[in-house]
């Protein structure tokens, strides 16, 4: 499974977030700008797109909404809420591929949506 690291901040803690949930199961765990992340999710380099922002939608999400499309993206953690692991669980096994929330989340959000990746 391929994984592209995008959002404003936070970047390298996600990675190593990714990198330690999925252990062998990531293939690759690339941190890339916002464009680029969204380009490989769109043409298939990558599979999921994992970024944070202050808000958990805007900056964390913005490129990946504007280029593979709001369907495919799904906001996860944002300030004062975050979603419940069975909403996080829903929003992977609805087919969601972007996911953003605040860099405070990480350890929260991370670990859900790559078990919930792994276990789909």
């Known amino acids: 499974m391929k994984f592209v690291i995008g959002g ?6 996600i990675a190593e977030a990714v990198r330690r949930e999925a252990g ?3 293939t690759s765990v690339v941190v890339m700008g916002d464009i680029e992340a ?5 043409s298939g380099a990558a599979d999921y797109y994992l970024g944070a922002c202050n808000t958990g939608g805007g900056g964390a999400l913005a490129m990946a909404i504007a280029i593979v ?3 495919q993206c799904a906001t996860v ?3 004062g809420k975050i ?3 069975a ?3 829903a929003q992977v096994k609805a087919g969601k591929k972007a996911f953003g929330f605040t860099g405070q989340d990480i350890d929260t959000v ?3 949506i790559i078990h919930a990746i792994f276990s789909s």
């Open 8 to 13: 404003q901040i936070e970047k390298e803690k």
């Open 24 to 26: 062998d199961n990531a």
């Open 38 to 42: 969204s380009m490989a999710l769109k």
């Open 69 to 71: 499309g709001l369907n």
């Open 77 to 79: 953690g944002m300030p």
């Open 83 to 85: 979603l419940s692991d």
């Open 87 to 89: 909403e996080i669980v």
């Open 110 to 112: 991370v670990p859900v």
